[in-house]
């Protein structure tokens, strides 16, 4: 796995022209162009510049210049191209979109790039080939299965037509697919209060419709996807809004992943999390903190949210000597007159 540099150094960021990115680049040993370059922030894997005036000497005309978190960011782009196998223009989407969603601010990462590297998930998305449609549900199948399940097989074939496009979810016939594979996970009516197998075939019918639906999605104001980012921070399982209500506190506390669990998936994650807006969610005219997570009220802007992203030193040690950091996210959710908040930690393991 490519290694991800943090630090908890509070120096301003660097900023750098093209030429200095691609420079940087290419000392490191990656094969890279100006037109790759180029292409790459037209998709959102890169963040577009910005024009800086500099200062005295450097001439007079302005520069477009990319913050240091860019420069991170390619750099670990170029490094998952030489994986084996090479990660695809989609499957690196990924990356910018992780960035924003778990490192705010500091991942160098902003809401139009995310919205643009989306879009090039999605278009690639809606063209996989059956082949890897097969491995992809092979490789969810292995992880969703426990010992002695049967029935694997009628699953995985359901999943590939599935994931290849090739039919509408019908959520009863799925869940009836995965009553078997993933029954023995089920911890209990007070987690899954209707059982795993239909928590699993909600999300995916969920995402299904997403995938469909995009265009309308696309069409988000820009707090929704806001609103979105933060009920992707608050969990990973959130099946629907009063299953969700009633596990908020195991989710937020308890439900702890680390950044590669949440790297593989993120942009299928956080379509599914998007989606969630175009249910219809009942009003609630109180002021609690589920209230301040209707999606209406942050489109109509009487909810905002503020992170706060800190790297925090726990208490392993790395060979080095130096403390094993792990990310924390505290959210703030403000409203008019009420401010809540959550703080959800991420391990680096």
């Known amino acids: 796995m490519w290694e991800l540099k943090i630090s908890l150094a509070t120096r301003p960021?660097?900023?750098?022209?093209?030429?200095?990115?691609?420079e940087t680049a290419?000392?490191?040993g990656f094969r890279v162009t100006e037109s790759q370059f180029d292409d790459w922030v037209e998709k959102g894997l890169l963040g577009q510049g910005k024009k800086e005036w500099p200062g005295r000497g450097h001439g007079s005309g302005s520069q477009v210049m990319w913050p240091e978190g860019q420069l991170s960011l390619f750099m670990e782009l170029l490094q998952a191209r030489q994986r084996k196998p090479a990660y695809h223009i989609g499957d690196l989407c990924v990356f910018p979109v992780w960035r924003w969603i778990y490192q705010s601010e500091q991942g160098g990462v902003n809401l139009l790039q995310v919205q643009r590297a989306m879009n090039t998930w999605i278009t690639a998305r809606k063209k996989v080939s059956l082949d890897r449609s097969r491995q992809e549900a092979h490789s969810l199948g292995e992880r969703l299965q426990e010992k002695h399940s049967i029935g694997k097989r009628d699953l995985l074939r359901e999943l590939t037509t599935l994931r290849a496009f090739q039919k509408e979810v019908n959520k009863e016939d799925l869940r009836y697919l995965l009553e078997p594979?993933?029954?023995?996970?089920?911890?209990?009516?007070?987690?899954y209060p209707d059982g795993r197998a239909a928590v699993l075939a909600y999300m995916m019918e969920l995402l299904h419709k997403a995938y469909h639906t995009y265009e309308q999605i696309q069409q988000f104001p820009d707090p929704l996807w806001e609103w979105a980012r933060v009920v992707r921070l608050l969990g990973s399982r959130i099946p629907s809004w009063s299953w969700f209500q009633s596990e908020f506190p195991r989710l937020a506390w308890k439900n702890r992943l680390t950044v590669y669990d949440t790297l593989k998936d993120c942009t299928e994650n956080f379509l599914t999390s998007l989606s969630l807006a175009l249910v219809d969610f009942v009003e609630e005219k109180d002021d609690t903190f589920f209230a301040f997570l209707n999606p209406r009220s942050w489109e109509e802007g009487r909810v905002t949210s503020r992170i706060e992203t800190t790297y925090v030193p726990s208490s392993l040690w790395l060979p080095n000597g130096s403390n094993l950091l792990y990310l924390r996210n505290t959210v703030y959710l403000i409203g008019q007159e009420k401010t809540y908040w959550f703080r959800r930690d991420l391990p680096f393991q």
């Open 181 to 191: 594979i993933v029954h023995p996970l089920i911890i209990g009516t007070e987690t």
């Open 26 to 28: 290419q000392k490191a």
């Open 13 to 22: 960021p660097r900023w750098y022209m093209k030429n200095e990115l691609l």
